[in-house]
């Protein structure tokens, strides 16, 4: 049977089919825009968008010369005030709706924000003192470092690590997850608690690790309101583009009167204002920041905390990705799929050793190891009591049990347990590395398994990889993006792994030295690298990167030196964060260059319409009915192409794996040569219904 | 000396009443004087909106 694979063109696959995400309540969310889009008519506000803010301004001298016509002297012809009246209106209404689709953008990030705040109360925290004794204080008394004691059914108060206890907690108050998290101190990724979550169970003894006002879910509020939104580079060089472009029209159309004079066609302030606002890029002026929110809001929705703008933007750009093997490329759990017997051993012994060295491990590979042996008809033949357990540590790499009879029980990496038993005055066999090279041929991980000085045999583990990830390696390397496998595994399995699942480099028997060590070679040859991380040991490498998505069951070390938190703990998500980073860019790119492409109709509407008297009446290919009209109808496609295009910024463009190369191309087709023809088309129509209607 | 919108305002209106007497002889009385002042005032807003869009330009990161 094939296997189900994840759709290629939506980032995670249809939303149904993903976790859980917090719903913000967004009823109200277009008339709270419509309000909003009149507040920020406030020149204060107006001042920070330099396009809108020529419109604002021009709107205001056409709404002058509204009231008096004859403002800037004599006027020709009859019903000016009427006309200036529509021009100031339509004008209006263009500022208002760049006003609106920012506002959409931001509203919906604070609808999130409220859903996120009203997890945050003030409520009654257990301080414990020095002497022991517990105090009731408010959580928003509490400072870094106090402890507290928190009870089932207790609002975890602040952020904080657990130093005793064990208890579930439920989370889904900001990852949206209903099952509850096992929270225990010590260990790397169960060790931290969030302000805003609930202990449902037992009791914890908390370490604060936040200030008040500073905890994670507060930094989320901000970061989802917009409160801490500083323009991205890419947005900065647009400003400086569209900035430029309007001084530039600023100049024509201010230095335009004196020869239009002098061909006999003088032109009014009016006309000059509306030249200028249809000139001028509004289409991407008005979009811009919404663009930009909505990124932001897309990887929130996503159960994705980006730290800034800047974070999202650079998944767009990224060149390297470098991905754990467990858990992002392959199924997290290993399980136990043969024993293979060596050095004359027969399989019921080997199915006994492994079952004595595995049942101390609370893994799930070691418990597929004991379900395994024991399905070979092994048992334990000792008194578990009286044995003790060898924990697995990265430096030893095996793990084991001290029997009763002084026997010891290993397993682990066939070169540790090859090391094990030369220590205790033992020999491999050769058998060992033809079982050793069968395992690993296969993709799957092999494990020695020895008694003493004794190697029984090897466990094949086998490892699962994910449904569909080939095909999203296919598409990230058809934009240009390499993937880097790390794993702790050996070279001939991670070969194979890597071919199965189509990364283009890996990197076997890797440390947390060698993530850094990648990341800082890529980055030496001018790459962005992207990578995920959850334990303190992978804080460097997620500072390092470019883009470090840290897991929200992570530590708190990791999380702070990452610049984005999921909140689901899926790594495979950082692939999914690429492309929409790519989908903000290219939105953005495809929406510049349609706003671009517009002013050549513009052009061609309001040139021939202000110099008619001039004889270039052939420059009216559209056949527009008459100058007045002409001006009307090239406004008013300008200002309705705002709203038309607020879905297509607020949701992206649609996402297509392709390179930089085929994407321009596309681009360019699309946008740039629809940006072209839609407004010869729609200021046509537009102009036949304005002639119908008025007199102009 | 901080420019504040009323400060800038006045500054404006200051220059424009410099402006306008000027404007005002070299077009020969051919407008009238209150079109004179408008003119002027139009051509300090131009002007401004350059100067602002100038500013935009060399520290686009403060808008």
């Known amino acids: 049977m094939r296997q189900p694979t994840l759709p290629l063109k939506q980032p995670g696959g249809p939303r149904e089919q993903r976790k859980h995400t917090p719903k913000p309540d967004k009823t109200d969310l277009y008339k709270r825009a419509c309000i909003e889009a009149f507040r920020k008519l406030d020149p204060r506000v107006m001042v920070k968008n330099p396009v809108m803010f020529v419109v604002w301004v021009g709107t205001v001298i056409t709404a002058l010369l509204t009231v008096n016509p004859t403002l800037f002297g004599p006027t020709d012809g009859d019903g000016a005030a009427v006309y200036n009246a529509l021009i100031t209106l339509i004008l209006f209404l263009t500022v208002l709706f760049a006003n609106f689709a920012e506002a959409v953008a931001e509203g919906r990030g604070k609808a999130q924000a409220d859903a996120l705040r009203s997890t945050r109360s003030d409520t009654v925290a257990r301080r414990l003192l020095a002497n022991g004794s517990i105090e009731e204080v408010s959580s928003t008394s509490l400072r870094r470092g106090d402890r507290i004691k928190v009870v089932a059914g207790d609002l975890i108060p602040v952020d904080g690590e657990v130093i005793e206890g064990v208890a579930s907690v439920d989370e889904s108050a900001i990852t949206g997850e209903s099952a509850p998290v096992l929270k225990e101190p010590g260990s790397d990724v169960a060790s931290s608690v969030t302000g805003g979550t609930r202990i449902i169970s037992d009791e914890l003894i908390l370490q604060v690790t936040s200030d008040p006002g500073k905890g994670f879910i507060d930094?989320?509020?901000?970061?989802?309101?917009?409160?801490?939104?500083?323009?991205?580079?890419?947005?900065?060089?647009l400003t400086?583009?569209?900035a430029v472009l309007t001084l530039v029209f600023l100049i024509v159309v201010a230095t335009l009167p004196p020869p239009a004079n002098y061909v006999n066609s003088p032109v009014g302030i009016t006309i000059l204002i509306a030249l200028l606002v249809a000139l001028i890029p509004t289409t991407i002026g008005g979009l811009l920041s919404a663009i930009g929110i909505a990124g932001m809001d897309r990887v929130a929705q996503f159960n994705v905390v980006a730290t800034s703008g800047r974070a999202v933007e650079a998944c767009g750009d990224i060149n390297t990705l470098v991905l754990d093997k467990t858990g992002t490329i392959t199924l997290g759990n290993r399980l136990a799929e043969e024993f293979i017997p060596v050095n004359g051993h027969s399989l019921e012994e080997v199915a006994l050793v492994a079952l004595a060295a595995s049942v101390f491990d609370t893994t799930p590979e070691g418990k597929s190891i004991v379900r395994l042996a024991e399905k070979l008809g092994a048992t334990v033949s000792f008194?578990?009591?009286?044995a003790e357990g060898v924990e697995f540590s990265a430096r030893t790499r095996m793990s084991g049990t001290n029997l009763p009879n002084g026997n010891e029980a290993r397993k682990g990496a066939v070169d540790a347990i090859r090391g094990f038993v030369r220590s205790r005055g033992g020999t491999a066999p050769a058998e060992l590395d033809q079982a050793y090279e069968r395992v690993s041929r296969l993709g799957g991980t092999p494990l020695a398994v020895c008694q003493n000085s004794d190697i029984y045999g090897v466990i094949y583990l086998k490892d699962i990889i994910k449904p569909g990830i080939k095909e999203r390696f296919d598409q990230l390397r058809r934009m240009g993006v390499?993937?880097?496998m790390l794993t702790g595994d050996n070279r001939i399995t991670a070969s194979v792994i890597a071919a199965e699942a189509g990364v283009d480099d890996f990197i076997a028997e890797a440390t947390p030295e060698d993530k850094i060590h990648v990341i800082q070679t890529e980055q030496a040859q001018g790459k962005l690298v992207a990578m995920t991380g959850d334990g303190t040991n992978d804080a460097p490498a997620l500072a390092q990167a470019n883009v470090g998505l840290a897991m929200n069951s992570g530590t708190q070390a990791a999380k702070e030196a990452a610049n984005m938190v999921d909140l689901d703990s899926d790594p495979t998500k950082l692939i999914d964060l690429v492309t929409i980073g790519k989908q903000l860019l290219?939105?953005?790119?495809?929406l510049t260059t349609f706003s671009l492409a517009n002013d050549i109709a513009k052009y061609f509407a309001i040139i021939p319409a202000m110099f008619a008297a001039a004889g270039i009446g052939a420059l009216n290919v559209m056949g527009l009915s008459s100058p007045r009209t002409a001006v009307l109808s090239a406004l008013i496609y300008n200002a309705l192409i705002i709203p038309a295009l607020i879905p297509l910024a607020l949701k992206g463009i649609q996402f297509r794996p392709l390179t930089a190369n085929q994407l321009l191309q596309r681009n360019i087709l699309i946008y740039g040569l629809g940006g072209i023809i839609a407004p010869f088309v729609a200021i046509k129509v537009i102009d036949v219904g304005v002639s119908a209607i008025t007199s102009f | 000396m901080k420019p504040t919108l009323p400060k800038i305002l006045l500054m404006g209106l200051l220059v424009n009443?410099?402006?306008?007497?000027?404007?005002?002889?070299?077009t020969g009385s051919v407008i009238p004087r209150g079109t004179a002042y408008a003119l002027g005032l139009l051509g300090i807003v131009v002007v401004g909106l350059a100067i602002y869009l100038v500013v935009v330009i060399v520290q686009p990161e403060k808008f």
């Open chain 1, 482 to 484: 390499r993937t880097v």
């Open chain 2, 17 to 26: 009443a410099a402006i306008t007497p000027v404007l005002y002889a070299a």
């Open chain 1, 586 to 590: 290219m939105t953005r790119g495809a």
């Open chain 1, 240 to 242: 400086v583009l569209l």
């Open chain 1, 219 to 237: 930094r989320m509020i901000a970061l989802v309101e917009g409160a801490e939104r500083t323009k991205t580079p890419n947005e900065i060089a």
């Open chain 1, 383 to 386: 008194n578990k009591d009286e």
